[in-house]
């Protein structure tokens, strides 16, 4: 669902989210993943975040509110694995939009499922977001070696809210959404 629409600018959310957008699109000169974003539980919880990178050597910065639609102040940072990642703790409330069926067009999608994200250290990912209090679902491992290929991990009670694939990057591979039913992928 667009929520919306700014010059350059689409806001994004599946039907069953409850806040502003999901996922921002901007016009740009080439395709790219600017930041992925994560929502903390408190205010509190951005100064943290502020110190945690700064003690890490990362580039953090302070964003007022409002900088994003519906955003409240965030803290955006460099993170170790040289990704832009934003945190906030506000997000606008909006209408519900789960018995909307009269707007539901295409695939019908309901949330963002999870991003998954290509770097040639997925140790390192792996230890930084355990460090974030992020949970491990599962892993491909060579267990003869030792060497981890892919680590799924999750913060909310879900399969996965991220995962680390290896590969050359950083890079997003891919974003993943939630739908109702398999028809609304197929058809």
Known sequence: HVEEERPGEL????????????VALRVGPTPAC??????????????LA??????????VERVPAGATAGLGEAVRARD??????ELVHHID?????????????GASINRLDHIN?????VPAAYAYYSELGFGLSETIEDLSDGTLYAAW????????????????GPM???????????????S
């Not at 502020?50 to 580039?59: I, L, N, P, S």
């Not at 170790?80 to 990642?85: A, D, I, K, Q, Y």
């Not at 991990?153 to 399969?159: G, L, P, S």
């Not at 591979?173 to 039913?181: N, R, S």
């Open 11 to 22: 806001y994004l959310r599946g039907y069953e989210e409850f806040v502003h957008h999901s």
């Open 34 to 47: 600017a930041r992925m974003g994560f929502r903390v539980r408190s205010a509190g919880d951005l100064d």
């Open 50 to 59: 502020e110190r945690f990178y700064a003690d890490r050597g990362c580039e």
């Open 80 to 85: 170790p694995l040289g990704f832009t990642v």
């Open 93 to 105: 409330r909006v209408e519900p939009l789960v018995q909307r069926y009269d707007l539901r067009r």
């Open 117 to 121: 994200i290509a770097t040639p250290d």
């Open 153 to 168: 991990m999750f913060r909310k009670q879900t399969v996965h809210d991220i995962a680390f694939t290896l590969g050359s």
């Open 172 to 186: 997003l591979h891919h974003v993943a959404f939630a739908v109702p039913e398999s028809h609304n992928i197929l």
